[in-house]
């Protein structure tokens, strides 16, 4: 097969020099474009959707974090029935702590 396409046989309007590599360049943009010309659109769209998704995933993640800030700071204390009393206002449990040898010389020193 003889060659199709030879330098200098395009003129462009910009001034670009028309090599033979150019113009195959050209004519496999413009097949393609021909071949799928909805591209251009389908590729904003999907910008649109992911950009869009990363908004809304930030904005979930900052609602997470502020709304259950107050449920995740909350202090739960076990306390045997009939030592209630035991946990101290300020949420120290003095009686069950693992240091319980070292609170009961602390109250006896206190006394």
């Known amino acids: 097969m003889a060659q199709q396409l030879y330098n200098e046989s395009v003129d462009y309007e910009d001034g670009t020099i ?31 959707a992911i950009t869009s998704a990363a908004v809304l995933a930030l904005l979930a993640y900052i609602m997470m974090k502020t709304r259950r800030n107050g449920i995740r700071s909350r202090q739960l204390h076990f306390a045997v029935p009939g030592h209630e009393k035991s946990i101290a206002k300020n949420g120290n449990v003095s009686n069950f702590s693992k240091y319980q040898d070292v609170d009961s010389a602390l109250s006896k020193m206190k006394r």
């Not at 943009?29 to 769209?45: F, G, K, V």
């Open 18 to 48: 028309p090599y033979q590599s150019q113009i195959a360049k050209d004519v496999i943009q413009y097949l393609s474009w021909t071949s799928n010309p909805w591209m251009d659109e389908s590729i904003m769209y999907g910008m649109k």
